[in-house]
């Protein structure tokens, strides 16, 4: 049987599309767990994560990424009602979440979970928010504590 170059294309492109397809939704099924580096949270101490107020974080809504923690502005002033700090570790796989200011939400790029500004679940598949973490103010420094 002899099939022309068109037949043979069609086939060809055909199986590797179906080949891709399942490869891709087997990658995604797999909940292994990530564990990106540098993705640890300091161990109930005062000297973990801190951050200098006088020239980081100074407006509503500003955020920074550090050493596993994200830390947002939410009010004026500096007192630790006026923050917010969470473990960059999405409870599902423990990939990194990042901080969106401009939605005010925070999205786990690998598996899509999506977390409001307050940290709580919106959409899986996590099962559960962000931990939340103590903020301690001393002057113009944050401190974060687990």
Same mark, same amino acid.
């Given at each position: 049987?002899?099939?022309?170059?068109?037949?043979?294309?069609?086939?060809?492109?055909?199986?590797?599309?179906?080949?891709?397809?399942?490869?891709?939704?087997?990658?995604?099924?797999?909940?292994?767990?990530?564990t990106?580096?540098?993705?640890?949270i300091?161990?109930?101490?005062?000297?973990?994560?801190?951050?200098?107020?006088?020239?980081?974080?100074?407006?509503?809504?500003d955020?920074?990424?550090?050493?596993?923690?994200?830390?947002?502005?939410?009010?004026?002033?500096?007192?630790?009602? $006026?923050? &917010?700090?969470?473990?960059?570790?999405?409870?599902?796989?423990?990939? +990194? @979440? %990042?901080?969106?200011? *401009? /939605?005010?939400?925070?999205?786990?790029?690998?598996?899509?979970?999506?977390?409001?500004?307050?940290? $709580?679940? &919106?959409?899986?598949?996590?099962?559960?928010?962000?931990?939340?973490? +103590? @903020? %301690?103010?001393?002057? *113009? /420094?944050?401190?974060?504590?687990?």
């Amino acid at each position: 049987m002899k099939i022309n170059r068109e037949e043979f294309l069609n086939k060809l492109t055909g199986g590797l599309a179906v080949t891709c397809v399942a490869c891709m939704a087997a990658a995604c099924a797999k909940d292994e767990p990530v564990t990106p580096a540098n993705n640890t949270i300091p161990g109930g101490n005062t000297s973990g994560v801190t951050v200098n107020l006088a020239t980081e974080l100074k407006n509503v809504n500003d955020f920074v990424a550090k050493t596993g923690v994200i830390v947002i502005r939410t009010a004026a002033g500096n007192t630790a009602n $006026s923050f &917010l700090a969470f473990s960059s570790s999405c409870p599902h796989a423990g990939a +990194t @979440v %990042v901080y969106n200011s *401009s /939605t005010s939400s925070f999205l786990c790029a690998s598996h899509g979970s999506t977390f409001s500004a307050n940290g $709580s679940l &919106l959409n899986g598949p996590a099962d559960r928010g962000l931990t939340s973490l +103590t @903020v %301690v103010i001393s002057g *113009s /420094t944050l401190t974060v504590k687990s």
